[in-house]
């Protein structure tokens, strides 16, 4: 029979009924999130789902569409749409249906039960029944998708009547990024900065070291590249902080008093937003150095000491106590807990995990990252485990050691999940890559390989098939596993899962779910508005509303290319620890941030004409 494959694109090929959905989707070379096999009101397949045959299905028509990024709201109000005006069965259920999917992409209050019951109402036609069908299911399967759209949230950043611009949208923060690069190009870097620092305090190492989703979904990057946003974010920083004198306001006491455990990106962003608004607040520190992983497990070449240091001390200089050298255990733990109103813990993912391999010197990448100021030798010809930014960052580093280093992960190069940033960086500085590949046995330093076939199952579970092979790596000294990371917290008895761990304790941060730095700076402002709505009720102070100015773009905006942030020289970069990537230039970072196409203005406003 003849199936049309409906992707970017449609076209048709021959299948038998005995194929797989799956084989169908490995010979188009395509790769699925969802699969809709039948037509617009057709059955739904996730990938645990894939080996069902084309004759398990009642084919409503011959299609099956190839679904990746999509948002599972808008996605039902396109079939509800489908059904009204192409199918034209129109009643006031159905009415009502469509109208309440149209007020969650758009950010108006949905009553969730009355959409619930809707869908659990006896309709007469198979259309009515095959659309509320796939809107169970959707919402079955999706359920926490639906929610964030009450609260003003599209993942796939579809749903535009909910946000501003994309790249808000995609920012973990929701930093308002048109804003400040409008404030810049003014030449107003202390008002950009502020702006930042509305939704994170810490902006200047988010413009060293983020992970930069807003790019991502940067639509200026559908023309011509993405607008340079981190290196934006780093220079405004950087500009603002040489003379920052701070005027940011601070709510009168109340009373209350809230301890954090830990210093990171989520334990400080949580206290500057309580100290703020009016509470008294000490953060827990273990290391001598306040900063969590941004400052024991970044490497210096990614993110100097002296730029996180400058953030903390404008969060210190606000009234925040910082107990440096003072660890939380089990013994001290009733201690502080009673000190406090409310206890936040944001101590993330400390410990390193490990495979039990026969090889004398075994270290885990956090660990390796962290003991970099003593005097252990690891030896001339290094092996890091891992495929991750972690594992990349302890490749770079010994390549600084002067060792021979040689990273074999599980996934090809190209899935690796390390950045491309990292992964271009890593081969200019000389890193060895051997993907696809796991360790088979170690005998006396030699480590024997095996091929890595498959890493997660149609079901996207890790699962790995290996098979054996002739490959292998001769005299390694050391083995660094960089395969993940645990919480260590022994003083806490349940489990964690949340925010919320009980009446008095509250959790944010790499300790709920290992994250990325700007989403765990996103959470430690969540957790300190949750902890204020349980005290004061008063809200949290951003400060002052700023003025965004309206300026008409220039028609350039839509020719220029990227301006790609300078480097230093692959040679001078494994001499040293000095940072990478470089600043903009006054010049370079005007250029930029003219190539912004301020979607914040929803396309209301003529480009040229400013009316």
């Not at 009101?41 to 990024?69: C, H, P, Q, R, W």
């Not at 994309?166 to 190009?185: R, Y």
């Not at 190209?414 to 890193?431: N, V």
Request: hydrophobic share 35%; proline share 3%.
């Amino acid at each position: 029979m003849k199936i049309n494959i409906i992707e970017k694109t449609t076209y048709t090929i021959d299948v038998n009924n005995s194929d797989t959905l799956l084989d169908i989707i490995k010979t188009c070379g395509l790769k699925a999130q969802l699969v809709q096999v039948g037509g617009p009101l057709g059955e739904f397949v996730k990938a645990y789902d894939l080996n069902k045959t084309i004759d398990e299905f009642d084919l409503l028509e011959n299609n099956i569409m190839i679904i990746n990024s999509f948002c599972p709201v808008d996605l039902s109000r396109f079939m509800s749409r489908f059904l009204i005006r192409e199918l034209n069965i129109i009643n006031q259920d159905m009415k009502r249906l469509n109208e309440l999917l149209d007020h969650l992409t758009s950010g108006q209050y949905v009553d969730v039960d009355y959409f619930v019951s809707l869908l659990n109402r006896p309709y007469k036609t198979l259309g009515e029944r095959l659309l509320v069908r796939n809107i169970k299911w959707l919402y079955s399967e999706y359920q926490q998708e639906f929610i964030a759209h009450q609260n003003g949230y599209c993942k796939a950043s579809i749903c535009r009547g909910l946000f501003k611009a994309q790249c808000i949208n995609a920012c973990p923060a929701h930093i308002h990024i048109p804003g400040f690069i409008a404030l810049m190009k003014n030449k107003d870097y202390k008002s950009a900065y502020q702006l930042m620092r509305q939704e994170n305090p810490l902006s200047s190492v988010c413009g060293s070291v983020c992970a930069r989703p807003c790019e991502i979904k940067c639509r200026r990057g559908q023309i011509t590249g993405t607008v340079g946003v981190r290196a934006l974010q780093r220079f405004i920083s950087s500009e603002a902080l040489r003379s920052w004198q701070s005027d940011e306001s601070l709510m009168d006491k109340n009373g209350y008093s809230v301890g954090i455990v830990g210093g990171g990106p989520a334990g400080l962003t949580a206290a500057y937003y309580l100290v703020r608004s009016g509470y008294d607040v000490t953060v827990y520190e273990s290391h001598t150095e306040a900063g969590g992983m941004l400052a024991s497990g970044v490497p210096k070449y990614r993110l100097p000491s002296y730029l996180i240091r400058e953030e903390i001390d404008t969060i210190e200089n606000l009234g925040v106590e910082i107990k440096r050298n003072f660890k939380v255990d089990r013994e001290n733990y009733p201690n502080v807990l009673n000190a406090h109103d409310r206890l936040i813990i944001a101590t993330g993912t400390p410990k390193g995990r490990l495979l039990n391999i026969n090889h004398p010197n075994v270290i885990s990448g956090i660990d390796f990252l962290k003991r970099l100021n003593d005097t252990s030798d690891y030896g001339r010809r290094i092996l890091v485990v891992g495929g991750g930014d972690v594992a990349l960052d302890c490749a770079r580093t010994a390549r600084r050691l002067n060792a021979e280093v040689t990273v074999i992960s599980l996934e090809t190069f190209d899935e690796m999940p390390a950045s491309e940033e990292e992964k271009q960086q890593s081969i200019e500085e000389g890193i060895t890559f051997k993907s696809g590949y796991a360790i088979d046995s170690v005998d006396n330093k030699h480590v024997k390989l095996k091929r890595c076939l498959q890493v997660l199952d149609e079901a996207k579970v890790f699962n790995p098939l290996y098979e054996t092979c002739d490959d292998g790596l001769e005299t390694v000294d050391t083995v660094i596993f960089a395969i993940g990371q645990e919480r260590d917290l022994p003083f806490i008895d349940g489990e964690v899962n949340g925010y919320e761990y009980d009446d008095k304790v509250f959790m944010a941060g790499d300790v709920i779910k290992p994250t990325i730095v700007i989403d765990a700076i996103a959470q430690g402002k969540k957790v300190a508005g949750l902890v204020d709505k349980t005290l004061n009720k008063s809200g949290l102070n951003v400060g002052e509303p700023i003025t965004i100015p309206e300026r008409v773009l220039n028609i350039r905006t839509f020719d220029d290319d990227l301006k790609e942030v300078s480097t230093l020289p692959i040679k001078e970069r494994l001499l040293s620890f000095d940072q990478v990537n470089l600043n903009y230039s006054e010049e370079d970072a005007a250029y930029e941030a003219e190539r912004c196409m301020r979607c914040d203005r929803n396309s209301t406003v003529s480009l040229l004409l400013g009316r």
